[in-house]
């Protein structure tokens, strides 16, 4: 009986045996190298199908936002690129490849200014840090490969990649987001949900909700967008007063309203006086920006800090009622006593030091140290940004100049500027 028994199991094992082998003979009926190569055909197959290309939403460093790119995929493995930063009018066609690295890499391995724009370390309109640029890249993992759409992550950054088939003229597409910025542009929002209210600030394409709660705490919540016709959709979903936020449409009228996906949820556009504009946020100053009265006073500075302390001015910068300057590697914090006395109009008198301890220290230096002749020389770099000014800017809505012009010497203006300019330029 027991050797009966024995037989049996050892039949049982030998019948579960074959057909588990025959399982596996079934899924693995290719060898991996075949099966990837397999992959890399049918991918490139879906990449080289829309006869328009691609629409990319590209995101580097999400601090910067997203961009809007146009791809074509050619048979030869060349790829065509346009995108918002050079215009729907300009394109670079490169070689691209797809390669086996852990799964499915993208790479773009032939420099393409157009593309490689984002991952440049040191791009032509210096928006990031030397040496970091705007964080892009140029390999992708792939994730979701499909005729209507492909979604990857940039192997090196890890933003999310959205590309769908083009429908849109490029051009025309590209010019309609410029368009829609333009518009969209304000110097800050207010969103609303009934009568919970958040102040909302842009710096490149990243919105920040800045609000109080219910026990009094500050909250900020930052939110990387791109921008669509007349649109702005967020990187990932903004929850905020019990409600999840993907897109805010731009309606316009004269409250400047933003409807979004949520019918409770809305924002508006704020457009400050220009007096208000200027006492927030930070304003760069450059010797190419003074008056040429104004820029007397800083010629006869210049040379003398240079003998006096062998220092070259680096930067300087109005932000709030605080004034900045930086010589050689020393910053220097001054304090603007500041009135708004119109939407128009400022007064600028110094009051005292400001900023750090370190600044401080700094600027009671500079303000007493004299020349060979005795002259305290530092003060001509700020006595002319004093005083009582008129106000103009290059936008009202959105301003990133500001003329300020002296009530009583109107030739005694300058103007400051979003864009941070060293101090030197055009000297």
Known sequence: MK????????????????????????????????????????????????????????????????????????PDNTVTVSNEI??????????????QSAGVVLSFD???????????????????????????????????VRADSVIMTG???????????????????INEVAESETEMAFGSYFFRVGDEVATVAANYRQMTFSYTDEEGVANSIEAPYIVRPNAIHFYNPVSIFGKTIT???????EDYLFTSNDPEAQMNGYVPPVSEALTSGNWYICYANLSAAIQQYWDYAAPRLLAKEGEKLGYAYLSGNLFYIRSGNYWSGFNFG??????????????????????????????????????TFFRYFISPLIGTFELESNDVRNPTMIKLTNVKNPDMYYIVTKQSYPATTGM
């Open 110 to 144: 032939e420099y393409n200014k157009i593309f490689h724009f984002f991952s440049d370390p040191a791009n032509p309109l210096e928006i990031g840090n030397k040496g970091k640029g705007m964080e892009g890249d140029l390999e992708f993992r792939m994730q979701t």
């Open 247 to 253: 897109d805010l449409t731009y309606v316009g009228g």
């Open 338 to 375: 500041t009135t708004v006395d119109s939407d128009n109009q400022v007064t600028y008198s110094l009051v005292g030091y400001g900023g750090s301890s370190n600044q401080q220290n700094n600027a009671k230096y500079y303000w007493a140290a004299k020349d060979s002749e005795g002259v």
């Open 155 to 173: 192997k090196k950054h890890g933003a999310r990649i959205v590309m769908t088939p083009a429908t849109e003229d490029w051009s025309s597409y």
């Open 3 to 74: 050797r009966i028994f024995n037989l049996l199991l050892c039949a049982t094992i030998a019948i579960a045996y074959t057909s588990c082998k025959n399982e596996v003979d079934d899924v693995f009926d290719k060898s991996s190298a075949l099966r990837m190569e397999t992959a890399l055909k049918e991918y490139n197959t879906t990449l080289q199908s829309p006869a328009n290309g691609w629409r990319m939403e590209y995101y580097g460093g999400l601090e910067y936002g997203g961009y809007t790119m146009f791809l074509k995929f050619n």
């Open 86 to 99: 050079y215009g729907g009018d300009q394109s670079a066609t490169t070689h691209y490849k797809l390669e």
